[in-house]
């Protein structure tokens, strides 16, 4: 496959959005974990989600 005299152009282009799609991916997927972390924290102190409680419990 002959791509002309803008090879380094394209296959430098394709390396680096490589690597940001995966930089962002890791960089979520270690989001996520701080995330359910903290989560697990907060409901190991007594915090709860308002999500959580029902309408009975709010009264």
Do not use: C, H, N
């Not at 940001?20 to 190991?44: H, M, S, T």
């Amino acid at each position: 496959m002959s791509l002309g005299p803008y090879t380094s152009f394209i296959v430098t282009s394709y390396v680096l959005v490589t690597a940001v799609v995966l930089i962002l991916i890791a960089w979520i997927a270690i989001d996520y974990r701080r995330q359910k972390q903290r989560l697990r924290e907060l409901d190991a102190s007594g915090v709860i989600r308002r999500s959580g409680r029902s309408a009975a419990d709010i009264q």
